[in-house]
């Protein structure tokens, strides 16, 4: 039976085991070999020892960096330091040989940009095992918080009709042939014709059929793929992200922050109970700060902060010299070196940014009585900027048709969405975390583009 290199390393010597993986690398002398072998179950390896009068050198020439291979032998104590247990081989079977010189993962490039290219492979390096493994274990824990919390996961449509941000920014849906699509007598595209029978696209956000699902079950959250067609080539922006988004009947802004905070501590705890050994080879590797950084974020308490005041600290740090490459002023959406200079270097701590002007954010949330701000509340994080929106919800039928009309936006797809208010309205808020935002924050990794297995970002669709 398969036992994973994680399990072997764990077990005490003495045992006939075999040893099933990929090899890192090959080095020894005339008599002896040394095989480190991973087999994704664990940054660590396990060094298989080959007495080279024991096994063929034909065999033992295939074993080359990338090869798969099944060891077998006794599980002895390890006499090198590095690990407690290694393999003392008897036998050596190559499974899936590796040509050395057409392997795509050559010791001379490793960088991130080339890897990146080769994202097929990339999974087979220790850096992107360590992302990949902590990308799932942090999706458990996803699971896990709210489902102790008692919240109901709803799975919210990926094709949808409206524009939950109005934002403009979604990816249509369409089966109408693009080189012949039917008219209407407008001269538009007709889409009475089109699969749906009316235009369709991938969801931006399901928070508002989320909020369908609070208003009914209490709590609730979703995860899952969202999609955005915003032309944004920054290392912090991807055409397709997961979101999870709690959504919290008779919740205020009040709790929802309270909700964020102990949600986003909960997860970065998480990973460094669970994935340390993971969190420390990105650590020792690239970014020494990293660990810190994790503890830091679990001791602190956020800053919460109303957008003014936060303008009113930029525009001082700007008397005061500071360059910023955009200009700040009352109502402007804040660019990423705005929010950072918050958080990295005026608190040196996460800050929740709350009641923006209403003009810079979506039609749903609650309005303020000064007429210019809303509930909104966005978290902001060192290194990243945003890392959730949320808000709590404009719950007056009058006041969320008065800004629908304002924004001019199209009512008949959200006539469903405003029986929300009509029948039985009540307060509730929530949020969304950017799931490849959290990574980024929790493996220090630089590029979004590196915390998901296949990116998705303008013009890069491969595999
Ligand atoms: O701030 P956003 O646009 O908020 C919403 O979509 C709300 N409907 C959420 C809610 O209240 N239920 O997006 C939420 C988060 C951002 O804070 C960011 O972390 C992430 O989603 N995000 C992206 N991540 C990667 N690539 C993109 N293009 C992203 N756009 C947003
Ligand atoms: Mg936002």
């Known amino acids: 039976m398969k036992i994973r290199v994680k399990d072997l390393l764990g077990m005490k010597p003495g045992q006939?085991?075999?040893?099933?993986?990929?090899?890192?690398?090959?080095?020894?002398?005339?008599?002896?070999?040394?095989?480190?072998?991973?087999?994704?179950?664990?940054?660590?390896?396990?060094?298989?020892?080959?007495?080279?009068?024991?096994?063929?050198?034909?065999?033992?020439?295939?074993?080359?960096?990338?090869?798969?291979?099944?060891?077998?032998?006794?599980?002895?104590?390890?006499?090198?330091?590095?690990?407690?247990?290694?393999?003392?081989?008897?036998?050596?079977e190559v499974l899936g040989e590796c040509d050395p010189m057409r392997y795509p993962l050559?010791?001379?490039?490793?960088?991130?940009?080339?890897?990146?290219?080769?994202?097929?492979?990339?999974?087979?390096?220790?850096?992107?095992?360590?992302?990949?493994?902590?990308r799932s274990?942090?999706?458990?824990?996803?699971?896990?918080?709210?489902?102790?919390?008692?919240?109901?996961?709803?799975?919210?449509?990926?094709?949808?009709?409206?524009?939950?941000?109005?934002?403009?920014?979604?990816?249509?849906?369409?089966?109408?042939?693009?080189?012949?699509?039917?008219?209407?007598?407008?001269?538009?595209?007709?889409?009475?014709?089109d699969f749906f029978g009316r235009m369709t696209s991938l969801t931006v956000s399901g928070q508002l059929e989320g909020e369908?699902?609070?208003?009914?079950?209490?709590?609730?959250?979703t995860f899952g793929p969202t999609f955005r067609a915003e032309n944004s080539n920054t290392p912090?922006?991807?055409?397709?992200?997961?979101?999870?988004?709690?959504?919290?009947?008779f919740y205020d802004i009040k709790d929802n922050m309270d909700l964020a905070e102990d949600f986003i501590k909960h997860l970065v705890k998480y990973a460094l109970d669970n994935c340390y050994d993971d969190i420390k080879f990105l650590n020792d590797r690239y970014d020494d700060t990293l660990i810190d950084r994790l503890k830091g974020v679990i001791d602190t308490e956020f800053v919460r902060l109303p957008y003014t005041e936060g303008i009113k600290i930029l525009e001082k740090a700007i008397a005061d010299g500071h360059q910023f490459e955009y200009p700040v002023s009352w109502g402007v959406d804040l660019q990423s070196e705005h929010e950072r200079f918050l958080v990295e270097e005026h608190f040196k701590k996460p800050v929740i940014l709350t009641d923006y002007p209403k003009e810079i954010k979506a039609f749903y949330m609650k309005q303020n009585e000064d007429?210019?701000?809303?509930?909104?509340?966005?978290?902001?994080?060192?290194?990243?900027?945003?890392?959730?929106g949320g808000s709590e919800r404009e719950a007056s039928i009058e006041k969320l048709d008065e800004r629908i009309n304002?924004?001019?936006?199209?009512?008949?797809?959200?006539?469903?969405?405003?029986?929300?208010?009509?029948?039985?309205?009540?307060?509730?808020?929530?949020?969304?975390?950017?799931?490849?935002?959290?990574?980024?924050?929790?493996?220090?990794?630089?590029?979004?583009?590196?915390?998901?297995?296949?990116?998705r970002t303008p013009k890069n669709a491969e595999y």
């Open 16 to 92: 006939d085991v075999q040893a099933k993986g990929w090899v890192r690398t090959k080095r020894g002398n005339k008599e002896i070999a040394f095989i480190a072998l991973n087999d994704g179950s664990t940054i660590n390896n396990i060094q298989i020892v080959v007495d080279k009068t024991r096994i063929e050198d034909s065999v033992l020439a295939k074993v080359t960096t990338g090869a798969c291979i099944c060891a077998s032998g006794k599980l002895v104590e390890s006499v090198g330091s590095g690990q407690a247990v290694e393999i003392q081989a008897d036998s050596i």
């Open 106 to 134: 050559q010791k001379k490039d490793t960088s991130f940009e080339y890897l990146r290219t080769v994202a097929h492979m990339r999974p087979r390096t220790n850096t992107f095992g360590a992302i990949l493994r902590l």
């Open 137 to 193: 274990q942090m999706a458990f824990a996803i699971h896990n918080y709210f489902h102790s919390k008692g919240f109901v996961y709803l799975n919210t449509p990926l094709i949808t009709a409206s524009d939950c941000e109005g934002a403009g920014q979604m990816f249509q849906v369409t089966t109408l042939d693009l080189n012949n699509v039917p008219k209407n007598k407008k001269g538009e595209p007709d889409y009475a014709k």
């Open 212 to 221: 369908l699902g609070a208003t009914a079950l209490g709590n609730i959250y």
């Open 236 to 249: 912090r922006h991807l055409a397709e992200f997961w979101m999870i988004e709690p959504e919290m009947a």
């Open 371 to 388: 007429g210019k701000t809303v509930r909104a509340m966005d978290v902001l994080f060192p290194k990243i900027g945003e890392i959730i």
């Open 406 to 455: 304002e924004l001019k936006m199209s009512r008949k797809n959200l006539e469903w969405y405003l029986d929300t208010r009509r029948f039985g309205s009540c307060p509730h808020s929530g949020f969304g975390l950017g799931f490849e935002r959290l990574l980024l924050f929790i493996t220090g990794m630089q590029n979004i583009r590196d915390v998901i297995p296949f990116p």
